[in-house]
C-alpha cells in the first residue's frame, strides 16, 4: 500500500526553525516528483514548494520563498522541508503530496499531515 | 499568480441530491485542473484530474467538465459520506493555486 507519513511539527517561536520529513512506502519514490502543501487552521489549501524526482530541481511559493528549503534523500525515501525564520503566519497543517506522473501537479497519494505552530 | 474562485462556497444539501459545484479560473488553464475532497480532520483525496478524468476507485457519481476558465464538478446522487469540503486546483502554471473551497453540508 502507497502511504506517506510526516513528522517533525511542533510548536516553535517566531523566527525559530522546524525541519518536516515525510517518510514514503510502497512506491518507486525516487521516481515521482513531490510537493508540500499546507493549510493554516480553518482555512484553505496552500502550495508551498516542490522537488523534482532527482532533486535537482525546486520550486517555491514566494510566501515562504527565502525561508523555507525543500530536500530529498531517494536512498531513505524522505522527502525534508526545513523551514527557518518562521513567522507566525506559518501556523498551519503541512502536508507532503506525491505527484501522479512526470512534472504534472495532480496530488494522488497525501501524508495525514503534521502541525507546525509558530507562537511565543 | 492564477486566481481560482469557486461557487457556491457552501450549499446545504439532502442525500440522493444531485451537487454542482463551479470553479472559475483568472486566465486560461486549457484543462490542468483537478477537484479534491477533505473530509473533517482527514487530508485532501484526490477525485477528478485534468478536469474530467475520474482517480481510480472514486466512484462514478463524481464528474468533472470544462477547459479553458470555466469548470464544473458534480455529484449526481449525494450519499452521506460525501459531506465534505471540495477544492479545484490548477497546475497550469506556478504557483500552483486551490480554490477556496465549497463547503457541502446536510440540510
Known amino acids: 500500500e502507497m502511504q506517506l507519513l510526516e513528522s517533525g511539527g511542533g510548536l516553535v517561536q517566531p523566527g525559530g526553525s522546524l525541519r518536516l520529513s515525510c517518510a514514503a512506502s510502497?512506491?518507486?519514490?525516487?521516481?515521482?516528483?513531490m510537493a508540500w502543501v499546507r493549510q493554516a487552521p480553518g482555512k484553505g489549501l496552500e502550495w508551498v514548494s516542490e522537488?523534482?524526482?532527482?532533486?535537482?530541481?525546486?520550486h517555491y511559493a514566494d510566501s515562504v520563498k527565502g525561508r523555507f528549503t525543500i530536500s530529498r534523500d531517494n536512498s531513505k525515501s524522505t522527502m525534508y522541508l526545513q523551514m527557518n525564520s518562521l513567522r507566525v503566519e506559518d501556523t498551519a497543517v503541512y502536508y507532503c503530496?506525491?505527484?501522479?506522473?512526470?512534472?504534472?501537479?495532480?496530488?494522488?497519494?497525501w501524508g495525514q499531515g503534521t502541525l507546525v505552530t509558530v507562537s511565543s | 499568480d492564477i486566481q481560482m474562485t469557486q461557487s457556491p462556497s457552501s450549499l446545504s444539501a439532502s442525500v440522493g441530491d444531485r451537487v454542482t459545484i463551479t470553479c472559475q479560473a483568472s486566465?486560461?488553464?486549457?484543462?490542468?485542473l483537478n477537484w479534491y475532497q477533505q473530509r473533517p480532520g482527514a487530508a485532501p483525496k484526490l477525485l477528478i484530474y485534468?478536469?474530467?478524468n475520474l482517480e481510480a476507485g472514486v466512484p462514478s457519481r463524481f464528474s468533472g467538465s470544462g477547459s479553458g476558465t470555466h469548470f464544473t464538478f458534480t455529484i449526481t446522487s449525494l450519499q452521506p459520506e460525501d459531506f465534505a469540503i471540495y477544492y479545484c486546483?490548477?497546475?497550469?502554471?506556478?504557483?500552483?493555486?486551490f480554490g477556496p473551497g465549497t463547503t457541502v453540508d446536510i440540510k
Open positions: 503530496a506525491k505527484y501522479f506522473f512526470g512534472v504534472y501537479a495532480i496530488f494522488d497519494l
Open positions: 510502497g512506491f518507486t519514490f525516487n521516481t515521482y516528483a
Open positions: 522537488i523534482s524526482a532527482t532533486g535537482d530541481k525546486t
Open positions: 486566465q486560461g488553464i486549457t484543462n490542468y
Open positions: 485534468d478536469a474530467s
Open positions: 486546483q490548477q497546475y497550469h502554471n506556478l504557483p500552483f493555486t
